[in-house]
């Protein structure tokens, strides 16, 4: 096995996005080099690009996606070539203490966050300079390295554009609802923002059999997609008459409110919105320097619960699979969540449409 050459988008602290070539390592030990099909932009990488989580390296975006095993380290006992997998952006360690308690996605031994392998290595360089994989991943290319642990395998059944998403947003949305907020049937929910990660929290509380749906966001052909997924009501973010159309909608009020945007006022929005002993589960991720002013006495006074949620609560290697059956089986209409399918070099003007919520989510295909 040798190092590859490959197209790869890389963000520069200095010059910001542009397709490079770089080198590629082989595998080795317990790690798999997969051939990268289909890989969703994610507004995790956005925040990567736009600052909101400063590095000061050379990254690689991308951490949604799906692909075949392309060569396999000495010590890889699960997966083989030819494989078809979809990767993890966060693989358990299986030997920390929430790894232990099953609890993978507060793992808290691997170095995803910090831009790494789990050995602190990287597989990337250009002209002999490491260049490293965003969030443990780097998918916005055409092969990555990763441990065996982040490539679960897959039917081949599965469409690699439907794979990709269910590596973040679908583990993340649908998770949060299953996992997370355990929510229970006829139970009633409202999700603020309606991108990726709100569509898919959207297919999940219609899998879960909650009801009254509704969908909150600023732009109006994200809310009409939140209806073709499965949303009972429509409502725009900043409506003069915002809680008149929700008292309308749930008239029992909301028992759950998903904030899958990540700022400050809609988090605050979230918590007015619930009821009393409700939960707020927060899926968005702020910038890594903004704090939230809460109302602390009524969140105590009302018994509100806010819920963190990472990932979706999932466990990758029982979630990705059976998120796949269930939409194998048709009881997940995932296809209507794959807005366009992109070039790379693409990459960079769905980045921007990103920022202005046009259009449903972009995934980048490759041959
Ligand atoms: N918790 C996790 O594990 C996890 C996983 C994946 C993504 N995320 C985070 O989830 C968030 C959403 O990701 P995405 O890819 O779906 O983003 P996205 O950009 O596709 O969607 C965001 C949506 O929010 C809407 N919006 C923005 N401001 C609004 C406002 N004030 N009121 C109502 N709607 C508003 C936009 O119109 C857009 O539709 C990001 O912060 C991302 O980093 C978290
Ligand atoms: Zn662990
Ligand atoms: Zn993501």
Redesign the pocket.
């Known amino acids: 096995m040798t190092s590859l050459s490959i197209q790869a988008l890389v963000h520069s602290p200095t010059d910001g996005l542009a397709v490079h070539e770089l080198d590629l390592r082989a595998p080795r030990g317990s790690e798999v080099r997969v051939k990268v099909m289909a890989s969703g932009v994610c507004h995790s990488d956005l925040h990567l690009i736009d600052g909101d989580w400063p590095s000061g390296e050379r990254l690689v975006p991308g951490h949604e996606a799906a692909g075949v095993v392309e060569s396999v380290g000495e010590g890889v006992a699960d997966l083989a070539v030819g494989d078809h997998v979809v990767l993890s952006w966060f693989p ?5 203490a ?2 232990k308690r099953g609890e993978q996605w507060l ?3 691997n170095m995803c966050n910090e831009h790494r392998l789990p050995d602190g290595s990287t597989a990337l360089s250009q002209d002999g300079a490491e260049v490293y994989p965003f969030i443990g991943v780097g998918a916005l290319a055409e092969y990555v390295v990763v441990p065996e642990t982040a490539a679960v395998k897959v039917p081949d059944a599965l469409p690699f554009t439907i794979g990709a998403l269910i590596g973040c947003s679908v583990a993340t949305g649908v998770g949060a609802v299953l996992n997370t907020a355990q929510v229970r049937p006829g139970q009633a929910a409202a999700v603020i923002g309606c991108g990726g990660v709100g569509q898919a929290t959207i297919a999940g509380l219609v899998l879960a059999g909650a009801h009254p749906i509704v969908a909150i966001d600023l732009a109006a052909d994200r809310l009409e997609l939140a209806r073709a997924v499965g949303a009972t009501h429509a409502v725009a973010g900043n409506a003069p008459d915002l809680a008149a159309q929700i008292a309308a909608a749930a008239p029992d009020g909301l028992d759950y409110v998903f904030e899958a945007i990540g700022r400050v006022e809609t988090i605050n929005q979230a918590l007015d919105l619930v009821n009393p002993g409700g939960a707020v589960v927060l899926e968005g991720l702020t910038s890594l320097d903004a704090r939230v002013p809460l109302d602390a006495y009524t969140l105590a006074a009302e018994g509100k619960r806010l819920l963190g949620c990472n990932y979706g609560s999932s466990i990758a290697s029982r979630d990705f699979p059976a998120l796949a059956e269930r939409y194998l089986a048709g009881d997940l209409p995932l296809d209507v969540l794959v807005g366009s399918e992109i070039s790379l070099a693409g990459a960079i003007d769905a980045f921007e449409d990103m920022r202005h919520a046009r259009g449903g989510r972009a995934v980048v295909v490759f041959d």
Not at 92 to 96: E, F
């Open positions: 358990p360690c299986h030997r920390c929430a790894c793992c808290t031994g």
